[in-house]
């Protein structure tokens, strides 16, 4: 199922978070990956989809998981729950959504099967404004993520002192296009 497909069954289709789930569910259900959402029971699930679309048919299959090895799904859950704009179930919902489609091999954006890389940058600084506030540089954003769980678990992850002394700096800033 396209992001578009589901976006046909929204409640709200303009809506940035209504956007931003159809993309990643349709994504995670596109590459085969369950739960469509990590951290969602099915029952959280349906009431996700009850409230931003009119659609049931389909199942985060919670009790099935397709990602092998340990990540850094749940550190990355954790940040960007303590950096939500408010203490909503909807942006909790968001915040293990981003961290699922963070487990893509995509630019964040394309794993979350966003239009942009833009239209990311505007959900992080309305849904996250403080850890948005953080990435002064407009670094990329799964790079981002890192750089930041690297310097809470104080692990340097970085060749040089300053970014733009660093020869991994077009690999962290450039393009996504």
Same mark, same amino acid.
């Given at each position: 199922? *396209?992001?578009?497909?589901?976006?046909?069954?929204?409640?709200?289709?303009?809506?940035? !978070?209504?956007?931003?789930?159809? @993309?990643?569910?349709?994504?995670? *259900?596109?590459?085969?990956?369950? =739960?469509?959402?990590?951290?969602?029971?099915?029952? $959280?699930?349906? &009431? !996700?989809?009850?409230?931003?679309?009119?659609?049931?048919?389909?199942?985060?299959?919670?009790?099935?998981?397709?990602? /092998? @090895?340990?990540?850094?799904?749940?550190?990355?859950?954790?940040? #960007?729950?303590?950096? /939500?704009?408010?203490?909503?179930?909807?942006?909790? +919902? !968001? *915040?293990?959504?981003?961290?699922?489609?963070?487990?893509?091999?995509?630019?964040? +954006?394309?794993?979350?099967? #966003?239009?942009? $890389?833009?239209?990311?940058?505007?959900?992080?600084? $309305?849904?996250?404004?403080?850890?948005?506030? /953080?990435?002064?540089?407009?670094? &990329? +954003? &799964? &790079?981002?993520?890192?750089?930041?769980?690297?310097? $809470?678990?104080?692990?340097?992850?970085?060749? *040089? =002192? /300053?970014?733009?002394?660093?020869?991994?700096?077009?690999?962290?800033?450039?393009?996504?296009?």
């Amino acid at each position: 199922m *396209s992001p578009q497909k589901l976006l046909d069954y929204a409640r709200q289709p303009a809506n940035l !978070l209504t956007i931003a789930f159809a @993309g990643v569910i349709a994504q995670a *259900s596109i590459s085969g990956r369950h =739960p469509l959402i990590r951290g969602l029971s099915d029952a $959280r699930f349906k &009431k !996700l989809l009850n409230e931003y679309f009119l659609t049931q048919g389909l199942s985060n299959d919670a009790a099935s998981v397709t990602h /092998r @090895g340990t990540d850094e799904f749940e550190d990355l859950a954790g940040l #960007l729950l303590e950096y /939500r704009a408010q203490p909503t179930e909807q942006l909790a +919902w !968001l *915040s293990l959504a981003i961290a699922s489609a963070a487990m893509g091999e995509n630019h964040l +954006w394309q794993d979350m099967g #966003l239009p942009s $890389r833009k239209m990311l940058s505007e959900l992080m600084t $309305r849904c996250f404004p403080g850890l948005a506030a /953080r990435n002064t540089g407009d670094m &990329k +954003w &799964k &790079k981002f993520f890192y750089r930041q769980l690297c310097e $809470r678990a104080n692990v340097p992850i970085c060749k *040089s =002192p /300053r970014c733009a002394e660093c020869c991994d700096y077009a690999t962290c800033f450039g393009g996504e296009d």
